[in-house]
């Protein structure tokens, strides 16, 4: 039961702990399984964080040490009270001069971040939390399956490892390049299914072969599915597949789907386009009877013809500085995934210097090498509105609205491509 | 001085961790405000659009307002009476609840302890399901046949030492398929008394036919059967959330055990006992209505090109050539508001009230008006 594998400690925030943290997490997650060299990342990792706390905090400030067996993944969150630093601190770029590109190396959080495959920094209930995140080695395996000939009588399966082992080989075989890269990784697949994490739907004939199937990944809200897989008669089984894939969501807690890149085998008339342009398509699972969104001016004609085009009641609220007290810092958050170099932003505070921060954050991120950098404004939180000419200023332009995908919806940026700093 | 926040990881059992609270539709004038529409018509909680019967609402219009001081009776003594009195069992034989809703909790509660499963259907009446979760008993959901209706052979292989109640929803929410006498008989059989079964028949004064089975009939016969009745649908007393169960007295005194006394209030059980004295005619009336609204809306769906599910209570199940959630914001900016079915496991899938003929003419039209083009 590797869900149930977790190791937790709590001790001093003070350089003579290190050796104490850094041990506990290079014994915990070999003994979920994992290598000695994906061990050592973690502990680099936390190595970086918690020397980068420790001379920056008080000496009777403690630190929560969390290391988890994630079943494809070791994962080790650190937690310490949020005002055990200044709110700048938790910035990745805190450190950094915008004139100097040596001191990046200074960067405890990022130089933490180039050692594992997910950082995520986060705030709630008064204390902050760095989660990393290292993938386990899975082998990549291209099996060339027969062709399903015969037409079978194909039904919903429960997803055992033997039938999603197969379903990955079908998919890389199909699909390729268009699917993700999990897929080449079958053993992956299945303890991605395993751990509760991801969910699947798979469609077997009586003699063990998948002819369809979706994969989707469980959020508390939202849902981002994969799909559909089709291997024979792609529109009636494609049909099954999402069908099943929705009877799988009702009665849970989540509110919509998307699908981020729907394979050509999407049958039309079960999902919705978020943006004229781009293929991501969106699914509410629940009767939505509106909320109101938060909008600096800025956008708020934007959010509106977004709104409109997916008839979603909305009352926007307007929402500008009108010279009010703000905190002196800002702070965002950062949640990287190395190997598809996408770092997604999202704000914890909202601060004076806000538009100087966001900067600095581009700037070490595309120095970082990420090639895409999308920021998530909250249009459920009044004052991130309040970002809007910041973001404005740091080159990031609306893309599409992810209704529910936040407090409330989510406005997606992204950095406009080329944009140099 | 700030205190701790409780730790929810540990104070909250595991199984209410995993649930999600149920968020009911926000008031009439909100949702017109949030979708710009200056009439909303309901169309999504089978209420009875004729409203509470003559009777009922002079029983309401009798009630002193003054009463509000006073409790109400704690275990609705005066409806038990006249309930007894039409069913011919003893007033010992009911428990009204305050809605349907809560009397499933009672029977739930006082049968199911860890461990224990309840059996239901994966598309019908949620509360069954919701209210074993969060009790912490495993809902089995046993899926529809291919015509809709329960299939009583996968039900009884879905039986273990540990199920404790078996629903039967009669005629069924949202397919409108029944159990006729027979089927409901031979089924009983089987169960043999070793489960509850309770049949809920929250739809059943909306079916006009011989062979529908008359459950306050059968539980003189079968000791381990409950039947469960309201008065929010047929007798539009929605509002003031009323229901009731029976069955043998020995059983209805084990359920009495859990129940919370005095959670029916004396207004509900007032009007309840005026909607008793002129049901016939109500009723009649009602299904007279049901019935027009049935067949203008079948033939014009088929007009439209819909399929539909159409079968006995007071509502139908449109299949759509879109997402039902998407066809939902659609229709409730023209004031017309459906029931989206992707919660009720049918997928792009809505289910409408059978109402007077001008609404239903309301929402062809507004049907009409969202449905793609071309086929687009």
Request: overall charge negative; glycine content about 8%.
């Amino acid at each position: 039961m590797p869900h149930l594998q977790n190791t937790e400690l709590s001790l001093p925030l003070q350089a003579a702990f290190l050796p104490i943290a850094t041990s506990c997490v290079e014994q915990s997650v070999q003994a979920f399984g994992m290598g000695r060299a994906e061990a050592m990342h973690l502990t680099l990792a936390v190595e970086e964080v918690y020397s980068f706390l420790a001379a920056r905090t008080a000496a009777d400030q403690r630190l929560k040490l969390l290391c988890r067996n994630g079943g494809y993944y070791a994962e080790v969150v650190c937690r310490f009270p949020q005002h055990a630093l200044p709110v700048g601190a938790f910035n990745i770029t805190s450190t950094v001069s915008s004139d100097d590109e040596q001191s990046l190396d200074e960067m405890g959080l990022l130089l933490a971040a180039r050692t594992v495959d997910q950082l995520g920094i986060s705030s709630e209930t008064g204390e902050m939390k760095i989660r990393f995140v290292k993938n386990k080695r899975y082998p990549s395996v291209q099996e060339q399956l027969p062709d399903l000939a015969s037409p079978g009588n194909f039904q919903e399966v429960e997803p055992e490892t033997e039938l999603l082992k197969q379903f990955s080989c079908r998919v890389t075989a199909k699909y390729g390049n268009q699917a993700p890269s999990f897929f080449t990784f079958p053993g992956k697949v299945a303890d991605m299914v395993a751990c509760g994490e991801y969910g699947a739907v798979l469609l077997a004939d009586g003699k063990g072969n998948v002819g369809a199937g979706m994969l989707w990944r469980r959020g508390q809200k939202l849902v981002e599915a994969f799909g559909p897989y089709a291997f024979y008669d792609q529109t009636h089984m494609s049909i099954l597949a999402v069908e099943a894939c929705l009877r799988k969501m009702a009665r849970t807690s989540a509110v919509c789907m998307v699908v981020q890149e729907p394979t050509a085998d999407m049958p039309p008339g079960y999902f919705e386009r978020l943006a004229q342009e781009g293929s991501v398509l969106y699914r509410q699972l629940e009767e939505d009877n509106g909320t109101t969104a938060y909008a600096h001016p800025q956008f708020a004609d934007f959010l509106q013809d977004c709104y409109q085009q997916l008839y979603l009641p909305r009352a926007v609220h307007p929402v500008e500085h009108q010279g009010e007290s703000l905190s002196p810092c800002s702070a965002f958050a950062a949640q990287m995934n190395r190997p598809v170099g996408r770092v997604t932003l999202t704000a914890i505070w909202v601060g004076k210097d806000a538009a100087p921060v966001l900067l600095e954050h581009v700037r070490a991120l595309k120095q970082e090498g990420f090639t895409e950098i999308q920021f998530h404004l909250d249009t459920g939180v009044a004052e991130q509105a309040m970002l809007s000419p910041a973001l404005s200023a740091a080159g990031f332009v609306t893309r599409w609205v992810l209704p529910w995908g936040g407090r409330g919806d989510i406005l997606v940026l992204m950095l406009r491509e080329g944009e140099t700093l | 001085m700030n205190h701790p926040f409780p730790p929810l990881d540990t104070l909250v059992p595991r199984h209410i961790q995993k649930i999600e609270p149920y968020i009911p539709s926000k008031p009439d004038d909100v949702l017109r405000q949030m979708f710009g529409c200056s009439v909303l018509y309901r169309l999504n909680n089978n209420e009875n659009a004729l409203g509470p019967s003559p009777k009922a609402l002079e029983a309401l219009q009798a009630i002193d307002p003054v009463q509000a001081a006073v409790y109400p009776s704690g275990d609705a003594y005066h409806l038990r009476q006249k309930l007894a009195e039409k069913f011919g069992h003893s007033p010992d034989s009911f428990i009204v609840g305050n809605g349907a809703n809560e009397v499933i909790a009672f029977v739930i509660n006082a049968f199911c302890q860890v461990g224990d499963n309840i059996i239901t259907t994966d598309k019908t009446f949620a509360v069954y399901e919701w209210v074993a979760e969060f009790s912490g008993y495993e809902a089995r959901l046993v899926p529809l046949a291919a015509d809709y209706g329960y299939d009583e052979t996968a039900m009884l292989a879905a039986v273990d030492a540990r199920t404790k109640i078996i629903f039967i929803c009669n005629p069924n929410n949202p397919t409108g398929t029944y159990w006729n006498e027979e089927r409901l008989r031979r089924f009983l059989d089987q169960v043999d008394g070793k489960q509850i079964v309770v049949v809920d028949e929250a739809y059943g004064e909306f079916v006009d036919k011989p062979d529908f089975p008359n459950g306050m009939e059968l539980m003189r016969e079968y000791p381990n059967l409950l039947v469960f009745r309201t008065f929010s649908k047929m007798f539009a007393l929605a509002a003031l959330r009323i229901g009731f169960l029976a069955g043998q007295e020995k059983l209805v005194d084990v359920i009495r055990r859990t129940c919370v006394v005095y959670s029916v209030n004396t207004v509900a059980q007032q009007a309840a006992l005026g909607s008793l004295l002129d049901a016939e005619e109500h009723v009649a009336r009602t299904r007279r209505m049901v019935g027009e609204a049935r067949r203008f809306l079948e033939t014009e769906l088929t007009r439209l090109g819909l399929a539909y599910i159409s079968g006995e209570g007071n509502y139908l199940v449109i299949r759509l050539p879109m997402s039902d959630t998407l066809a939902y914001r659609k229709l409730m900016g023209q004031g017309i508001m459906v029931r989206s079915m992707t919660g009720f496991r049918f997928p792009n899938h809505i289910r409408v009230t059978l109402g007077t003929l001008p609404v239903m003419e309301k929402l062809v039209e507004a049907l009409g008006k969202i449905l793609p083009k071309n086929g687009a």
